[in-house]
C-alpha cells in the first residue's frame, strides 16, 4: 500500500512538473490592444486594451498599470478622460468620452 502511495505521489508530481512550462506558455501575448491568438490573428479584447492603455499613459506620464485599469473603473474614465482623444486608444475610451451627449442616456 505504501509503495502504491508513493508511485502515486511521484506520478503526481511529475506531472505537475511536465505540465509547469505550459503555463508558461499559456500567457496572454498582446501586440497593442490586440490578443495574439495563435491559428486565428489578433483580436481586440478587454485585457490587451487595458495593458495598452496604460501603456499610453504612461507615455503621457500617467503612472498606471494594465492591472489597476482593469481592477478601477474610475481610475479607466480618468486615464480616458485625459489622454481619450490621442487616436491611439480613442477606440478603448470612447464611452468615456463625452462630446456634448449625456452618456448616460441610451
Known sequence: ???QM???AVA???GAVSAWPL???ARIRCEGP???VPGQGNLATPYCEDEYLAQVARGYGIQVSGRVIRGNPNKKEEVCRAIGHDSRVNDICIKYLNYG???YDN
Do not use: G, H, S
Request: charge should be negative; charged fraction near 30%.
Open 1 to 3: 500500500m505504501k509503495v
Open 6 to 8: 508513493f508511485c502515486l
Open 12 to 14: 503526481i508530481a511529475a
Open 23 to 25: 503555463a508558461a506558455e
Open 34 to 36: 490586440f490578443q495574439v
Open 101 to 103: 451627449e449625456d452618456r
